[in-house]
């Protein structure tokens, strides 16, 4: 056997090599079941709650002076008639109305009624990255799915491993990786997944 012929099994064994080694890695690092992955009871709060750059919409009841529509600042707060500087940072709509329903209240008013919403959640944010048509950071919505993410991300590309997504994501328990099943999710025949703020949605290329 000539040298070349050598030298070419031997690189062939190696390639075969580096992608079992990667497979092993990813199983490895990989929840095997995504659907029985906890969701923090705090889950949900976090991801509606107040950031820099975010909207909402404030109504006072009969009071067109205090009603208006406010962004966060940098610094995680507004600016509202009467009340002056408020932090809003890291709270949701119901408890920002609290919070000026008690303020006003305390000095101005006799049992106001106040409701926020949320126009834009723009601190917000997922990351789609690896063998989608159009990788990037997205907008995060209430009750998000990883298929809301995939189609924001323009769907896979050919080269995609359209049933073994990772997930990547940190928690206070610690930075947990996801192997989530898009194709069969988006085929009805698994159950789907939610994201939450600051996840890493990576699609590997399959190995072929």
Do not use: W
Not at 113 to 125: F, H
């Amino acid at each position: 056997m000539s040298l070349l012929h050598i030298s070419d099994r031997l690189t062939a064994h190696g390639a075969l090599v580096a992608i079992a080694a990667l497979a092993a890695a990813c199983s490895a690092t990989a929840s095997a079941n995504y659907a029985d992955v906890p969701v923090p009871a705090s889950a949900g709060v976090q991801a509606s709650a107040l950031g820099p750059g975010d909207e909402f919409e404030v109504r006072v009841y009969e009071e067109a002076g205090l009603s208006g529509v406010y962004v966060v600042s940098p610094a995680g707060q507004i600016d509202y008639p009467l009340l002056g500087t408020l932090t809003v940072e890291g709270l949701v709509p119901s408890q920002v109305a609290a919070l000026i329903r008690a303020r006003l209240a305390d000095k101005y008013m006799r049992s106001p009624y106040v409701t926020v919403q949320a126009r834009g959640l723009s601190s917000k944010r997922v990351m789609v990255l690896g063998e989608v048509k159009t990788p990037g950071r997205f907008a995060f919505a209430d009750r998000m799915t990883i298929v809301d993410a995939m189609t924001l991300a323009g769907g896979f590309t050919t080269l995609a491993e359209r049933n073994y997504t990772i997930v990547t994501r940190t928690d206070a328990a610690g930075t947990h990786r996801i192997a989530v099943p898009v194709e069969k999710i988006m085929q009805g025949i698994a159950a789907n997944f939610f994201l939450q703020p600051g996840d890493i949605v990576f699609v590997p290329e399959t190995i072929l």
